[in-house]
């Protein structure tokens, strides 16, 4: 083998010569080792391991610092806490592990801690991960209340009940708040414990050798999991889906959204009042049927009964609105009822005196801008005396000192504004030349960019760029809103319009948000006329909430360009009633009855998802025609009905896959003719059932 190997140079090699025969023997007597091994039967699984190890450890070079078992390989370390400058206490330093990615966090919970755990697994998963991670003795950490934070040691650990047996550090180290503690009374308080203290009250202390990395962040992760994470209700939950999946990664992701301010403040505050709310009830409830006897038939016990059931249904409507909060589809879908601070914004009315103002917004301008000012705008608007003009450097500075009946006309240019526009009365707000040329750009963070509760409001020739807001950028709260040839180019949501507002938008064009162009919310008024909405998550969305309508939408789509949306051009939202839902499962199931055997209804196909290239005009006729023929009738009513082609679980998750019901049915449209829908992702019409 040796003389084959030395007679057959490798191209490219032939030059090197003695120095390449010197290299082909030490690798000749690199292999006579390993075959020497080979009869040792061990020298190829020792040589194969080392190779596998090497490739482990530059595979998980990427790997986050909550890789528990090959961080101290990849290199990572975790940074020093320290404590806060100026206390009156010399507590050592501990371990940063607060400011945790949010892959970082998934990443534990998935691969290390829960895994594809059941809710009544969670506390035996958990047990089972911190004792493969944990020290289990002979490490310092602060014992930390809301009233002490304290340096104990920690003596022996169990998992079981996630609790560390520690023992105070003397002489006596510890920081109070509000009381004052000593070595005896902090005894008597370890007494009564047990010497026994929850692992999530730790904080682990520092060290440089790194040997309790991963004891800080498994504890880390311990406390994260139970303040932000686990709900006392979840052991209720059936055994019948995966716990991670269903409840820990969409928490975790809206706790990382709201951390990050993409979740609107008046949603935040929502969401946190329901969670305490639906805490304050369980705990009503635990109480309550832990007095119950199973076996008594007292007056008493009858009574509690029935207030155990009423707290229980209040129970699960709460947690039914925690899950679409946690869900990060249903909760911009379902948004919330207009509690956010911008309704504080109060009409400031007319002026006393009686004068309007034309506030003209400029921060330079030409003669020849300022001659065509006059000309085409001013001396129209100036004819009495009792109006004046204002000049302002931008638009924001002008709408906050507008009263009703002001104008506002913007000259060309790039205006950014750092705060949002509040429309509280009813003013005019133009742009003066094309849209492309009068810009106002909002960059600062904010719920939304305009808001609007005048009675009558007027926008036209102007483009709005939204950055940074994490609510819409037009919301229509109240009153009445006008807008023509208008381009919003948005970032999240587009328009919405709420509840009892009125839109009317002609020849506007919407695109880039990553949820739906508009948004139009029960018991709403609007009109959509020769617009383009494009590019978005998708085009309309409608909302039809069963818990909360008193009034449908009245919707006029005439003449719009509805196109390469990702999803649905027109997507409807609405509640499924369970006898509904088992009663439309059931139909699905069964053969076609009778009535589907009828010519008319059959003479046109049930439509799934319209065609890019069909438009909502042909529909428009057919209806249009339905009222002289029986024929053309049935085939509106067939062509008209949507259906939702995904196919979602029937239990508790939101369900998508039965048809909708013909919404002329419902009356939302009062026109709906005229209308293009091309290159939608998903389809020109879709419903969303939750």
């Known amino acids: 083998m040796e003389q084959e190997a030395l007679e057959t140079p490798s191209a490219g090699t032939s030059?090197?010569?003695?120095?390449?025969?010197?290299?082909?023997?030490?690798?000749?007597?690199?292999?006579?080792?390993?075959?020497?091994?080979?009869?040792?039967?061990?020298?190829?699984?020792?040589?194969?391991?080392?190779?596998?190890?090497?490739?482990?450890?530059?595979?998980?070079?990427?790997?986050?610092?909550?890789?528990?078992?090959?961080?101290?390989?990849?290199?990572?370390?975790?940074?020093?806490?320290?404590?806060?400058?100026?206390?009156?206490?010399?507590?050592?330093?501990?371990?940063?592990?607060?400011?945790?990615?949010?892959?970082?966090?998934?990443?534990a919970y998935q691969d290390y801690m829960l895994g594809d755990c059941k809710p009544s697994e969670v506390k035996a998963f958990t047990a089972d991960y911190l004792e493969k991670v944990v020290e289990?003795?002979?490490?310092?950490?602060?014992?930390?209340?809301?009233?002490?934070?304290?340096?104990?040691?920690?003596?022996?650990?169990?998992?079981?009940?996630?609790?560390?047996?520690?023992?105070?550090?003397?002489?006596?180290?510890?920081?109070?708040?509000?009381?004052?503690?000593?070595?005896?009374?902090?005894?008597?308080?370890?007494?009564?414990?047990?010497?026994?203290?929850?692992?999530?009250?730790?904080?682990?202390?520092?060290?440089?050798?790194?040997?309790?990395?991963?004891?800080?962040?498994?504890?880390?992760?311990?406390?994260?999991?139970?303040?932000?994470?686990?709900?006392?209700?979840?052991?209720?939950?059936?055994?019948?889906?995966?716990?991670?999946?269903?409840?820990?990664?969409?928490?975790?992701?809206?706790?990382?959204d709201i951390l990050e301010d993409r979740v609107p403040a008046g949603l935040v505050a929502e969401y946190q009042s329901l969670l305490q709310n639906c805490s304050q009830c369980f705990q009503h409830f635990s109480v309550l049927r832990s007095l119950l006897s199973s076996d008594s038939d007292s007056e008493l016990d009858n009574v509690s009964m029935v207030e155990g059931l009423k707290l229980y249904d209040q129970l699960e409507t709460f947690r039914r609105k925690l899950h679409i909060f946690e869900n990060p589809l249903l909760r911009y879908v379902l948004g919330y009822k207009g509690n956010a601070p911008q309704q504080c914004v109060q009409s400031r009315g007319s002026r006393a005196s009686g004068v309007k103002v034309v506030h003209v917004?400029?921060?330079?301008?030409?003669?020849?801008?300022?001659?065509?000012?006059?000309?085409?705008?001013?001396?129209?608007?100036?004819?009495?005396?009792?109006?004046?003009?204002?000049?302002?450097?931008?638009?924001?500075?002008?709408?906050?000192?507008?009263?009703?009946?002001?104008?506002?006309?913007v000259l060309p240019g790039v205006y950014s504004v750092s705060g949002s526009i509040f429309?509280?009365?009813?003013?005019?707000?133009?742009?003066?030349?094309?849209?492309?040329?009068?810009?106002?750009?909002?960059?600062?963070?904010g719920d939304s960019f305009v808001e609007s509760t005048g009675a009558n409001v007027s926008l036209s020739n102007i483009k709005f760029i939204q950055h940074d807001a994490i609510e819409g950028i037009l919301c229509v709260r109240q009153g009445t809103v006008n807008m023509e040839n208008c381009v919003l180019q948005c970032e999240t949501t587009g328009v919405i319009v709420r509840t009892s507002a009125r839109l009317t938008m002609n020849m506007c064009d919407i695109y880039g948000s990553k949820g739906a162009g508009v948004e139009i919310y029960p018991g709403s008024v609007c009109s959509l006329v020769g617009n383009g909405i494009h590019h978005c998550k998708d085009g309309i969305l409608i909302k039809d909430f069963a818990d909360e309508l008193d009034v449908m939408p009245s919707i006029t789509m005439e003449n719009n360009v509805i196109h390469n949306n990702e999803g649905y051009?027109?997507?409807?939202?609405?509640?499924?009633?369970?006898?509904?839902?088992?009663?439309?499962?059931?139909?699905?199931?069964?053969?076609?009855?009778?009535?589907?055997?009828?010519?008319?209804?059959?003479?046109?196909?049930?439509?799934?998802?319209?065609?890019?290239?069909?438009?909502?005009?042909?529909?428009?006729?057919?209806?249009?025609?339905?009222?002289?023929?029986?024929?053309?009738?049935?085939?509106?009513?067939?062509?008209?009905?949507?259906?939702?082609?995904?196919?979602?679980?029937?239990?508790?998750?939101p369900s998508c896959s039965r048809a909708v019901q013909d919404l002329m049915e419902h009356q939302i449209f009062v026109s709906i003719q005229g209308n293009q829908f091309r290159r939608n992702g998903m389809g020109d019409f879709g419903t969303f059932f939750y």
Not at 362 to 389: G, H, V
Not at 432 to 440: H, N, R, S, T
């Open 15 to 107: 030059n090197l010569g003695t120095e390449m025969t010197d290299i082909m023997v030490v690798d000749l007597e690199s292999f006579v080792h390993v075959e020497i091994d080979m009869e040792n039967n061990n020298g190829i699984s020792e040589v194969g391991n080392n190779l596998n190890r090497e490739e482990d450890e530059e595979e998980s070079d990427d790997d986050s610092g909550t890789d528990h078992f090959n961080s101290e390989k990849s290199g990572t370390q975790l940074q020093r806490s320290e404590r806060p400058a100026g206390g009156n206490s010399n507590l050592p330093d501990t371990f940063q592990t607060s400011h945790l990615l949010f892959y970082e966090r998934f990443k």
């Open 136 to 256: 289990p003795c002979d490490w310092l950490a602060l014992w930390c209340t809301d009233v002490f934070d304290v340096l104990v040691e920690v003596c022996d650990v169990d998992f079981k009940d996630l609790k560390a047996c520690v023992r105070l550090v003397l002489p006596l180290q510890c920081d109070t708040r509000g009381c004052d503690l000593t070595e005896e009374s902090m005894k008597s308080l370890l007494d009564a414990t047990g010497d026994k203290v929850p692992l999530q009250q730790l904080q682990v202390v520092y060290e440089l050798s790194g040997d309790f990395d991963q004891t800080a962040l498994a504890v880390e992760h311990l406390r994260f999991f139970y303040e932000h994470i686990w709900r006392q209700w979840d052991e209720e939950d059936e055994d019948d889906f995966d716990y991670f999946v269903r409840c820990v990664e969409p928490r975790l992701r809206l706790y990382y």
């Open 361 to 409: 917004v400029t921060a330079s301008c030409s003669s020849m801008q300022l001659q065509s000012l006059l000309s085409d705008r001013l001396l129209p608007l100036c004819c009495s005396e009792d109006t004046e003009i204002q000049f302002h450097r931008d638009p924001l500075s002008a709408v906050e000192v507008c009263h009703d009946g002001d104008v506002v006309i």
């Open 423 to 445: 429309l509280p009365d009813s003013i005019t707000l133009e742009g003066f030349g094309l849209p492309d040329e009068v810009v106002i750009e909002k960059k600062n963070k």
């Open 569 to 653: 051009g027109v997507i409807l939202v609405k509640a499924t009633d369970r006898e509904q839902g088992v009663a439309a499962d059931r139909s699905e199931e069964q053969p076609a009855g009778p009535a589907d055997s009828q010519p008319e209804a059959s003479a046109a196909p049930l439509l799934t998802s319209t065609s890019s290239a069909q438009s909502s005009s042909e529909l428009t006729d057919a209806h249009a025609e339905s009222e002289s023929s029986s024929g053309a009738d049935a085939a509106s009513t067939s062509g008209k009905m949507w259906q939702f082609s995904r196919q979602l679980s029937r239990s508790k998750e």
